[in-house]
């Protein structure tokens, strides 16, 4: 990582993704469940306001290891909600 605006820049990135193939997911599939890609979607802005906060979180002591944390819960957050999205 090399700065902040690079990782606001990889959550964007990420959870849109994820949001953008639930929706095509729906448009591929419009008899299916729609309320499953709803909580999908729901559930990766949620991780996106809880990411944005952590980011401005002010009383961190060892910054180097907090925004290496955020980087590590995103890609787990990421891999989570992909399974989801490939179990529809």
């Known amino acids: ?50 990411f944005s906060s952590r980011i401005y979180d002010k009383g961190i002591d060892n910054k180097r290891m907090h925004y290496r944390a955020i980087v590590t819960d995103l890609e787990e957050k990421g891999n989570e909600l992909i399974a989801k999205l490939n179990a529809l």
């Open 1 to 50: 990582m090399a700065n902040i605006r690079d990782l606001k820049k990889d959550i964007n990135y990420v959870l849109g993704e994820i949001i953008e193939m639930a929706m095509d997911w729906e448009k591929a599939n419009p008899d299916g469940d729609k309320s499953k890609t709803a909580a999908i979607i729901d559930e990766a802005i949620t991780a996106f306001d809880s």
